[in-house]
């Protein structure tokens, strides 16, 4: 939509100028240059799946956390807005944020490290009550089997 309506007001403006607007009658996009979008698509999905896989399979909780919270963030968000919405959205976001990021890199780097020692002291305290709860039921498993001969 973006190209036609595009082409479109450019014509149109040619024709203001009384200037010829372009002939688009011989356009064609060749084989070539289809199958290398078509492989530089193909590329970047795998790269997106393997990133997948490794953010679920890892053990990096915080990696893992921010990944989810950012994909329900995403949808939340979504869930307000239709998609051109997003789009918009995301293109300012893409132009506002690595210039923040470039002046306050060090600020944010300290947050980012001062969020990951939290966030792995919270998974560690929590894997350690998780832990204890199961080796006490595994003991009074044991006990009961013990009970019973």
Same mark, same amino acid.
């Given at each position: 939509?973006?190209?036609?309506?595009?082409?479109?007001?450019?014509?149109?403006?040619?024709?203001?100028?009384?200037?010829?607007?372009?002939?688009?009658?011989?356009?064609?996009?060749?084989?070539?240059?289809?199958?290398?979008?078509?492989?530089? +698509?193909?590329?970047?999905?795998?790269?997106?799946?393997?990133?997948?896989?490794?953010?679920?399979?890892?053990? %990096?909780?915080?990696?893992?956390?921010?990944?989810?919270?950012?994909?329900?963030?995403?949808?939340?968000?979504?869930?307000?807005?239709?998609?051109?919405?997003?789009?918009?959205?995301?293109?300012?976001?893409?132009?506002?944020?690595?210039?923040?990021?470039?002046?306050?890199? %060090?600020?944010?780097?300290? +947050?980012?490290?001062?969020?990951?020692?939290?966030?792995?002291?919270?998974?560690?305290?929590?894997?350690?009550?998780?832990?204890?709860?199961?080796?006490?039921?595994?003991?009074?498993?044991?006990?009961?089997?013990?009970?019973?001969?």
């Amino acid at each position: 939509m973006v190209i036609i309506a595009s082409i479109f007001v450019y014509s149109n403006v040619l024709l203001l100028l009384g200037k010829q607007p372009p002939d688009l009658s011989r356009l064609e996009i060749t084989e070539q240059s289809a199958l290398e979008f078509a492989y530089a +698509c193909r590329a970047k999905m795998e790269e997106a799946v393997r990133w997948l896989l490794r953010v679920s399979t890892e053990r %990096d909780w915080f990696a893992f956390t921010t990944t989810v919270a950012g994909l329900w963030l995403l949808a939340y968000v979504a869930s307000f807005s239709d998609l051109l919405t997003l789009l918009y959205l995301g293109i300012v976001m893409g132009m506002t944020v690595p210039v923040v990021y470039i002046k306050y890199e %060090d600020k944010i780097k300290r +947050c980012v490290e001062w969020v990951k020692v939290k966030s792995r002291k919270m998974s560690d305290m929590v894997n350690e009550r998780i832990i204890k709860k199961v080796k006490k039921k595994i003991n009074n498993v044991k006990e009961k089997e013990k009970k019973e001969e």
